[in-house]
């Protein structure tokens, strides 16, 4: 069973470079969730999705967007990289909201 | 806002012994869930134990635990027999049943002692 993919695993970015962090479930799962977790910190929500076509913001939205295309991926954008926004990212998913399956993280960089 | 807190960044606990971590939180809401999730050195998060507000009994887990302490909004992790493959971070974690935003403590570093 894959669960919930993400990639890449690791990352290295220059400050003002744009990415795209991919994940996908093959759960069929409705909710989808992005959030970072800082050193030292527990983690905080990005971005989430209850469904395909639907996505809200959570606690730090600002400088990412999202899209939910299909129920399976929910890829998360960075536009213009700040060093602020040195993380590991990790994105979950879950089928009523309550317990989520988290994917294995991406460390991302911005130098 | 609902928030979550977790006093002791780091504990240490011999092997075959009892640890236990502990949980607070805020919230004015009545029906939520309370979990612990442990991220060990792989960084993978991974479910440990699941409380629903609205349950008197404490959730147990094979050697996990908890003490759900409703009305002080208390919510502590008990591991006994603690063994080597423990050694992880421990986050404390809060969701209302309508909100999507699970709240999470800053988690604490368990080690476990040979």
């Known amino acids: 069973n894959a669960g919930v993919t993400q990639t890449p695993k690791f990352r290295i970015l220059k400050i003002g470079q744009s990415m795209t962090l991919q994940c996908t479930q093959d759960m069929n799962h409705n909710y989808m969730y992005w959030y970072r977790q800082d050193p030292g910190m527990g983690l905080k929500l990005i971005y989430y999705?209850?469904?395909?076509?639907?996505?809200d913001k959570g606690e730090v939205p600002n400088g990412y967007n999202v899209s939910r295309s299909t129920t399976e991926d929910f890829p998360l954008r960075l536009e213009l990289a700040a060093p602020s926004q040195t993380s590991v990212y990790f994105c979950?998913?879950?089928?009523?909201?309550?317990?989520?399956?988290f994917g294995s993280g991406t460390q991302l960089s911005v130098l | 806002a609902q928030t979550v807190t977790q006093s002791q960044p780091e504990m240490s606990v011999q092997e075959a012994e009892t640890v236990t971590l502990s949980c607070t939180y805020d919230t004015s809401e009545n029906n939520y869930y309370l979990f612990w999730y442990k991220q060990p050195p792989s960084r993978q998060m991974i479910l440990v134990i699941r409380q629903e507000a609205y349950k008197q009994q404490n959730a147990t887990e094979n050697r996990f635990s908890v003490n759900f302490q409703k009305a002080a909004k208390s919510f502590s992790l008990k591991i006994s027999d603690s063994q080597l493959g423990d050694t992880a971070m421990y986050f404390c974690?809060?969701?209302?049943?309508?909100?999507?935003?699970?709240?999470f403590g800053a988690g604490t570093r368990l080690t476990v002692k040979p």
């Open positions: 979950a998913s879950s089928y009523r909201g309550e317990k989520l399956f």
């Open positions: 974690a809060f969701m209302t049943y309508n909100n999507n935003d699970m709240r």
């Open positions: 999705s209850v469904g395909a076509g639907i996505t």
